[in-house]
T-cell receptor
Framework: GESVGLHLPTLSVQEGDNSIINCAYS??????FIWYKQESGKGPQFIID?????DKRQGQRVTVLLNKTVKHLSLQIAATQPGDSAVYFC???????????FGKGTTLSVSS | NAGVTQTPKFQVLKTGQSMTLQCAQD?????MSWYRQDPGMGLRLIHY???????DQGEVPNGYNVSRSTTEDFPLRLLSAAPSQTSVYFC?????????????FGPGTRLTVL
């Protein structure tokens, strides 16, 4: 079956460091992946997405890397700031294109 | 645009009570969905709709009903609440039904069933 998981439940970094959050997926047919940020008491917020025909996509201070060979997805945050503290979820579109399958999340804590 | 709105923000129910969680979007989105989020878990899909008059089940549909009579609204009904339904509920929408674009989430409803 399809499943999306993250390698580490928590990640602690210093302000200004680069952060890398990892995610593994099991369905090699998945063609669309999304990273969400969820702050305490709020709904998930879209950060960046990537389609399976790409290896890398960059946004503002964020980069998503997709390695289809090992079914691995990562989110890199440059110059991490205290405002980046949140739970980060990866999500995968299911084979039918009707649902997103979410991983369990990584809590990023940024100390100044 | 108000985006995706949900009411109420908080709700406490007794076992066996029924209630409806409201969700509305003003972005003319085709696709709408309901997720539940439990502590330490990712979001799990309850029901979804690809357009007015069309609904389907997600991963965890038992105990919940939905309807989509208009493009804007997608209410979630709990017919007989159970403690296992204590959770945070999120509604989400996206422009196209194929989930190939950004999905926007509401602020959530925190439900406690005693």
């Amino acid at each position: 079956g399809e499943s999306v998981g993250l390698h580490l439940p928590t990640l602690s970094v210093q302000e200004g460091d680069n952060s890398i959050i990892n995610c593994a997926y099991s369905n090699s047919a998945s063609d669309y992946f999304i990273w969400y940020k969820q702050e305490s008491g709020k709904g998930p917020q879209f950060i960046i997405d990537i389609r399976s025909n790409m290896d890398k996509r960059q946004g503002q201070r964020v980069t998503v890397l997709l390695n289809k060979t090992v079914k691995h997805l990562s989110l890199q945050i440059a110059a991490t700031q205290p405002g980046d503290s949140a739970v980060y979820f990866c999500a995968e579109r299911d084979g039918a294109g009707t649902a997103l399958i979410f991983g369990k999340g990584t809590t990023l804590s940024v100390s100044s | 645009n108000a985006g995706v709105t949900q009411t109420p923000k908080f709700q406490v129910l007794k076992t066996g009570q029924s209630m409806t969680l409201q969700c509305a979007q003003d972005m003319n989105h085709e696709y709408m969905s309901w997720y539940r989020q439990d502590p330490g878990m990712g979001l799990r899909l309850i029901h979804y709709s690809v357009g007015a008059g069309i609904t389907d089940q997600g991963e965890v549909p038992n105990g919940y009903n939905v309807s989509r009579s208009t493009t804007e609204d997608f209410p979630l009904r709990l017919l007989s609440a159970a403690p296992s339904q204590t959770s945070v509920y999120f509604c989400a929408s996206s422009y196209q039904a194929g989930l190939t674009d950004t999905q926007y989430f509401g602020p959530g409803t925190r439900l406690t069933v005693l």
